[in-house]
């Protein structure tokens, strides 16, 4: 599975945006996909994912109730929208994917920097 990620950019304090991720090749054995983000000096740490099957989300407790990940299987592609961004949320977004034969995510894309200015 191939994963292109976009939509990063710079945004101000409390601005939103919204990240697309499409995925290519062996789509019919994705079970998750899910977005996870690096900040500077940091570990990379889960975001969101969404269960490709029955929709099922899941969040990061930073992000729960500002960020909504949504996917449409017609072109498999996952988004992730992001609202009241913060400067914390500044990080290089990377979008995954777990297939079915594994237990945690094991295919990502490049990621795409997101920039929130205070």
């Known amino acids: 599975v191939q994963l292109q990620a976009s939509g990063g950019g710079l945004v101000q304090f409390g601005g939103s945006l919204r990240l697309p991720c499409a995925a290519s090749?062996?789509?019919?054995?994705?079970?998750?996909m899910g977005w996870f983000r690096q900040a500077p000096k940091k570990e990379r740490e889960f975001v969101a994912s969404?269960?490709?099957?029955?929709?099922?989300?899941y969040y990061a407790d930073s992000v729960k109730g500002r960020f909504t990940i949504s996917r449409d299987n017609a072109v498999n592609t996952v988004y992730l929208q992001m609202k009241t961004l913060k400067p914390e949320d500044t990080a290089v977004y990377f979008c995954?994917?777990?297939?079915?034969?594994?237990?945690?995510?094991?295919?990502w894309g490049q990621g795409t920097l997101v920039t929130v200015s205070s």
């Open positions: 090749g062996r789509t019919s054995t994705i079970y998750d």
């Open positions: 995954a994917v777990r297939n079915r034969f594994s237990v945690q995510f094991n295919y």
């Open positions: 969404i269960n490709w099957f029955d929709g099922n989300t």
